[in-house]
């Protein structure tokens, strides 16, 4: 489902001590914020006024339509008035949807003339919300809590942002990872718990036979492989006379793509340990399903897959760009040092600065015939890498902030895609940090997801968020992984 079509729901919390006048102006303002929120373009989603709640039964069967309305992603709560949190607990307990408190107040300023009891008693947001707040604390409920005046663009902006990460979590809990062969042999970094993570994150993670996918791009028309070449030439300039590979590039993409949508499937897998009965490993056809929003991982890694395909989920209809990546070689020069990052093939053209190059070279590894691939430098920006590794018993999400450059060199004999840039909080405390989390070498680079984000989805997912920044150092690091490791035993 497209990110235009998921809502929120805003539940305002009350009771009935203050008469039906009063509820009636909360009722009307809620909506008028609403509408405005709505109007401000700041929000990615429908915001939808709910209700006003003052009793137990009101909240419980919000919550309960919430958690079967498929078009819900998530409630946005506020006391205008004091809304005595008990009534809360039993529609709480059974609250199955990403929760955003929202503490802000009607007016903005307190109005000198007007105030008296009567204001008082219809403005009680300072303390309504401290109680609200206290009972999701109480019950231990994943949520976020987001403060400020409902009308200031950075406040709209922030809920904006929350909500992607919360249209991750629909994405996440309905996603489905088509595996073509299993991941390369012996790696580790790769293997993880597939009960796991449909449990925790909702992923259905299953395997295909490369034969099917074989049989499927046999059945590829020479009229289909025409109108995908129409396609490239429209986005990518040909750097290559090899029109018969790039075509069966083409051809390997139409097929993947038609298993994938039969099934659902918005995340795939490849390995090039097995391509049994396919000329080449593919290149331009992930890259351009990578560009369709598709999730990819290299080696059979389909967590990266999988984190791939909902990091783009979150940031759809944003310009910055999402990738698969895969930290490649440093660049230690003192003072100017770098990663850079790049793949076998398969980086994602979303995070192209210019126009993508079609090139076909040899491999190097493996056994087919020389692949086409699209080459082009990444952006400068700043950015995060991602990855999601399986500690055994839980997941642990890694996110560290990055800084992107123009490569330093052009490489005119690196036949790739290639990103460079700078971890935080330096190259070498950064890849200090990061290899004692047990980051993986795959990870998701994006300039639009945030780390704040990655924080929310991990918070609403239930897993251990890791964040290295401009801030970080290792010794801060391991105590906070060592006091982890230990609460994620007992949780
Ligand atoms: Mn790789």
Redesign the pocket.
């Known amino acids: 489902m497209a990110l235009k079509n998921y809502e929120f729901w805003f539940v305002v919390g009350s009771q009935f001590l203050y008469g039906p006048a009063v509820l009636e102006t909360v009722a009307a303002r809620a909506q008028e914020m609403v509408d405005k929120m709505n109007a401000s373009g700041k929000l990615p989603c429908r915001l939808v006024y709910k209700v006003t709640a003052k009793t137990n039964k009101e909240i419980a069967d919000v919550v309960r339509e919430a958690n079967y309305d498929n078009a819900c992603a998530g409630i946005i709560t506020w006391c205008h008035t004091f809304s005595p949190s008990k009534m809360w607990i039993n529609g709480f307990a059974n609250l199955q949807k990403p929760y955003l408190h929202f503490a802000t107040q009607y007016n903005r300023e307190i109005p000198n003339d007007e105030i008296d009891m009567d204001f008082m008693n219809l403005n009680q947001a300072a303390h309504g919300d401290r109680e609200h707040g206290f009972i999701a604390a109480r019950l231990r409920m994943p949520r976020k809590v987001i403060a400020g005046y409902w009308q200031d663009a950075d406040v709209q902006e922030r809920i904006g942002s929350w909500m992607r990460a919360a249209v991750g979590v629909a994405f996440s809990k309905s996603l489905k990872v088509m595996r073509f062969g299993d991941n390369m042999r012996e790696v580790a970094v790769t293997e993880g718990d597939k009960v796991e993570v449909q449990t925790k994150l909702g992923w259905q993670v299953n395997t295909w036979p490369v034969g099917t996918l074989v049989e499927t791009m046999n059945a590829v028309t020479e009229e289909e492989i025409d109108q995908k070449m129409t396609e490239y030439a429209s986005l990518y300039d040909f750097a290559t006379d090899d029109i018969e590979t790039v075509r069966y590039q083409a051809r390997e993409e139409i097929a993947m793509k038609k298993m994938l949508d039969a099934e659902g499937c918005m995340a795939f897998a490849n390995t090039f340990q097995d391509l049994y009965g396919m000329k080449q490993l593919p290149g331009l056809a992930s890259q351009h399903l990578m560009a369709q929003g598709y999730g990819y991982g ?2 059979g ?1 389909w967590k990266v897959s999988a984190m791939t395909a909902i990091m783009k989920a979150m940031s759809e209809g944003q310009t910055g760009g999402t990738a698969f990546m ?1 930290d490649y070689t440093y660049h230690l020069e003192k003072g100017n040092e770098y990663s850079l990052g790049a ?2 093939l398969e980086v994602c053209p979303s995070v192209a600065a210019d126009k993508p190059r079609i090139e076909v070279h040899p491999l190097g590894i493996g056994d087919r015939e020389p692949p086409a691939r699209l080459v082009f430098e990444g952006k400068a920006g700043s950015a995060i890498v991602v990855s999601l590794v399986d500690m055994g018993g839980r997941l642990r999400l890694i996110c560290q902030d990055i800084e992107c450059v123009k490569p330093i060199m052009d490489m005119p004999n690196l036949p790739v895609a290639r990103v460079m840039w700078r971890a935080m909080p330096d190259l070498t405390t950064g890849v200090e940090c990061w290899i004692t989390a047990g980051g993986a ?2 990870t998701v680079l994006s300039y639009d997801v945030t780390a704040e984000q990655m924080k929310d989805w991990a918070t609403m997912m239930d897993i251990e968020f890791v964040h290295i920044t401009r801030d970080t150092t290792v010794e801060s690091l391991e105590q906070q992984l060592f006091l982890n490791d230990l609460a994620w035993k007992l949780k």
Do not use: N, Y
């Open positions: 290299g080696e890694d895969e793949h076998m070498h795959h």
